[in-house]
């Protein structure tokens, strides 16, 4: 059993010396022990690695082919106490004909033989001179001296009695219309293993990199590509030892190319994110009708020993890496400007009508607004700020309210709420000493009161400000917050709202830029209890709830991924290692869980608002789930 779904995968690209299968053999046994101490599961090694790829018409000799297999009878037998599978290459005549194929080995033992299927015939391939295609198979079963009786052909999907399958499809395979993977993962292999040999023509590495993760995202699979490296013969091509890991499309490993030593690559892949992502996956399943059924070969137990160290588990999920930062938030800000855009000429509306808090959440609204009225041609006055002080406004987020309505020239308009709570307070016969849910709700709805009644007054729209990290813990007051008329935050979650508006201030006055920065540096606070007698936020909402980066964590991984709760917390503490204690990420998840469950009443009656990633709750589309789901089985 592996680490919560977590396997080991590993791409060997040997030395390696053409028609020399004693070296060859010497050096695939010496990479897989030492892939296999690294803590590979599984190792592939390139197409034909036991004679080299580059042997042209000695493939025809049957002095060569029987050395090849004598190392593959070495290689099994060396590798005996090794608890990894390896797939590894040679020529083997079966019949009259010679094919190019990849046996599959483990503890000792050969588990079965896939021919390459697509054979290349043009330019600098003659693959066809030598050997024959595996549709041209007449058996589906081999005899091999000293081994015993050996499945044979594309049909195979290999597996363990745990999370664990896997395919083999060689080089050209993956080039063709229909690769022979497309098949057998909808048959249940989670991982595509190729053992290829991609000559290093210019643009070649990119184009075969793009094809690896195209097919690993279509499969909803992991894809291990390893190529032929510089010791295959010169004589008219170069071979450059490419290797590309990828995970449901996802780049996970592609080293350097021309490595002159033996290169051993590794990925930590997550065979259960796999089946939830297929399971979930309406387009994947309807493609499994009418296929005519693969054979189910098994490699046994595998021990547990994965530590998540080559494994994709970056503690921020939802903010893009850098390298692809700006256009990802460009593209992120345009989807919320269009969509409020939209709504504003479906419904004519006059105004945007919008509450600003000087906090992250309603500062990220106000800027799409601005966005919107720049797509309709609107001047920024359109946009009818409001700012409503109340019993635990600070001035630090008075000052940066105003600050930035005035610095975007909208509409500003103050409206002091507290005298109208302690009205409502005598009303209710409340007594505002009290600090509970109720002093604090009074606030909130009063807010939103105002909020829609000016809506009404100047024929506009009131904009939502709450974002997917409060949705999802029902962090909003039940008809305050909670509520508007267009929602442009609801799947964009707290972490990234941060780096959305670190791109805006990138992109605006030094003034404005200055007033965005220290919104984000302000703690998060709903300000609704009275700041400290210094005048500091006394109310902050990562105390009570836990930070929101592990929040967000748990997100991801519970929505996207239906991680149960251990899993959770071992991988966060695995990804937050150093910065937060696995106490507090206990703590935390248990908070999310149980607020999840409980706050189900909240989401299934939010507003519209556009879907930005690849999570959202909204209960017309991404997420349905009953208001009253027990979330006993969820407990930690």
């Known amino acids: 059993m592996s680490t919560y779904g977590y396997y080991r995968l590993a791409a060997v690209t040997p030395r390696v010396k053409v028609a020399d299968v ?169 991982v595509i293993f190729n053992p290829g040999a991609c000559t290093a023509c210019a643009g070649a590495a990119d184009y075969c990199r793009s094809l690896v993760q195209q097919q690993s995202a279509r499969c909803l699979a992991a894809y291990v590509y390893t190529s032929a490296g510089v010791g295959e013969s010169t004589q008219d091509v170069v071979y450059g030892g490419q290797v590309v890991i990828a995970d449901n499309g996802r780049l996970a490993a592609a080293p350097p190319l021309f490595s002159r030593e033996t290169q051993i690559t590794y990925a930590d892949v997550d065979m259960q994110r796999l089946a939830a992502a297929r399971s979930s996956e309406s387009s994947y399943n309807d493609c499994c009708a009418a296929l005519p059924c693969a054979r189910q070969i098994s490699i046994g137990h595998f021990e547990s020993r994965c530590d998540l160290a080559y494994a994709w588990l970056p503690s921020r999920p939802f903010i893009p890496a850098a390298s692809e930062r700006a256009a990802r938030c460009e593209e992120i800000l345009n989807i919320q400007a269009a969509a409020l855009a939209k709504r504003v000429e479906h419904t004519h509306a006059r105004t945007l009508v919008i509450g600003i808090s000087g906090g992250l959440d309603s500062t990220l609204a106000l800027m799409v607004c601005v966005r919107a009225c720049k797509l309709l041609n609107l001047p920024s006055s359109t946009i009818l700020a409001v700012t409503m002080p109340g019993f635990g406004t600070t001035g630090r987020t008075y000052q940066n309210a105003v600050a930035m309505m005035r610095l975007l020239g909208v509409t500003l308009k103050e409206v002091n709420i507290k005298e109208a709570c302690l009205l409502h307070f005598q009303d209710l016969e409340f007594d505002p000493a009290l600090r509970t849910s109720t002093y604090e709700n009074v606030q909130a709805r009063e807010r939103t009161s105002i909020l829609m009644n000016l809506a009404n007054k100047t024929g506009g729209m009131v904009v939502g400000t709450g974002d997917l990290s409060e949705i999802a813990l029902g962090w909003s007051t039940y008809n305050g917050d909670h509520m508007s008329m267009y929602a442009v935050n609801c799947s964009v979650p707290k972490t990234l709202i941060r780096c959305l508006l670190s791109y805006e201030a990138e992109h605006c006055s030094r003034e404005l830029a200055e007033t965005i920065q220290d919104v984000i540096d302000t703690p998060v606070s709903p300000e609704l209890l009275p700041p400290a007698d210094d005048g500091s936020m006394e109310q902050k909402t990562e105390d009570i709830l836990g930070p929101y980066d592990l929040h967000d964590f748990f997100l991801y991984h519970f929505i996207k991924y239906g991680a149960e709760p251990t899993k959770l917390r071992v991988l966060a503490q695995v990804a937050f290692a150093g910065e937060y204690s696995e106490q507090l990420i206990g703590r935390t998840l248990e908070t999310f869980l149980r607020r999840f469950f409980q706050q189900q009443f909240k989401r299934s009656c939010v507003p519209d608002g556009p879907k930005v990633g690849c999570i959202a709750l909204s209960p017309r589309g991404d997420w349905r789930m009953p208001t009253d789901a027990c979330g006993e089985l969820w407990k930690p």
Not at 71 to 87: C, K, M, Q, Y
Request: neutral net charge; aromatic residues 8%; glycine residues 8%.
């Open 22 to 190: 004693a070296f060859n053999t010497e050096e695939i046994i010496n990479a897989m022990k030492q892939a296999v101490r690294g803590g590979a599961q599984a190792v592939v090694f390139p197409e034909l690695c036991l004679t080299g790829v580059s042997c042209g018409d000695l493939f025809f000799l049957a002095h060569l082919r029987q050395a090849a297999l004598r190392g593959l009878a070495r290689f099994a037998a060396e590798t005996a106490r090794l608890d990894a599978v390896a797939i590894v290459g040679l020529p083997l005549l079966v019949g009259e004909g010679v094919y190019n194929v990849a046996a599959v080995v483990r503890r000792g033992r050969v588990l079965g033989l896939v021919p390459k299927s697509v054979l290349p015939n043009c330019r600098d391939a003659y693959e066809k001179r030598q050997f024959r295609p595996a549709g041209d198979l007449r058996v589906n079963v081999v005899e091999l001296p000293g081994v015993g009786s050996l499945p044979i052909g594309t049909d195979l999907v290999f597996r363990d009695d745990e999370d664990f399958s896997f395919c083999v499809e060689l080089a050209d395979d993956l080039w063709s219309v229909i690769p022979p993977s497309s098949r057998l993962a909808l048959q249940g292999a989670r």
